[in-house]
């Protein structure tokens, strides 16, 4: 679908139309489940989070302003409905604060180039509130406090998750080295998930720094 075909299946999409709403559906879906996926801890989760999603973008369509890039609303639509089935699978022994992370030494991150798909794998495998965090604080920007308005928990206990997310990463990313029996090397990682570039030098910036 081009850019110039979008409005009249947005339009068709307010009509109720299950062919433009599909057509819709497939379009995005690859941006969709990309930012879902990482905010879940599975394929089978970030699917149920993406229809959710789409759920909304169907219902809340006619509030979208055309004047701006669908793309970014629906992106915000995913993130917001990733942010909402964290709340509502909140486990509060997961929610650490600041103070019993003081006194950890942050060591350096290792330097490396790993595939998408293996970072994407191992922000998968850290708790959920910490994958939450380092999600919205590492990639999609957001600070510490608009962070705990968001998912009503103290800038304290955000920075610790942060650190925390940092920490096993940290880990996982030198296991992996070591299992690949190959050297830690220092090139600048560039993934490309479905259409949104993504530039990553997640050892020097704030990602992983």
């Not at 406090?145 to 997310?165: P, V």
Request: net charge positive; proline share 3%; charged share 30%.
């Amino acid at each position: 679908m081009g850019e110039e075909e979008l409005p009249q299946i947005l339009a068709g999409c307010l009509r109720r139309d299950r062919k433009d709403q599909k057509t819709l559906y497939k379009t995005f879906y690859g941006f969709a489940m990309g930012i879902c996926l990482r905010y879940a801890g599975n394929r089978y989760e970030a699917a149920e989070i993406l229809n959710q999603g789409f759920l909304k973008v169907f219902t809340n369509l006619e509030k979208y302003n055309p004047e701006r890039p669908f793309k970014a609303w629906l992106g915000r639509i995913m993130i917001n409905t990733s942010i909402n089935h964290y709340r509502s699978n909140l486990k509060m022994a997961q929610m650490d604060d600041l103070e019993k992370a003081e006194g950890l030494s942050h060591s350096e991150m290792p330097d490396s180039m790993l595939k998408y798909d293996d970072l994407l794998a191992m922000v998968q495998r850290l708790p959920q509130a910490y994958r939450t965090v380092f999600n919205l604080y590492a990639i999609e920007g957001y600070t510490h406090e608009e962070i705990g308005k968001l998912l009503g928990i103290s800038d304290g206990t955000s920075k610790s998750n942060l650190f925390k997310a940092r920490d096993k990463l940290k880990d996982m990313i030198t296991k992996s080295e070591r299992r690949a029996d190959r050297p830690i090397r220092t090139e600048m990682y560039t993934a490309d998930m479905d259409h949104a570039k993504l530039n990553i030098s997640y050892f020097d910036g704030r990602v992983l720094k």
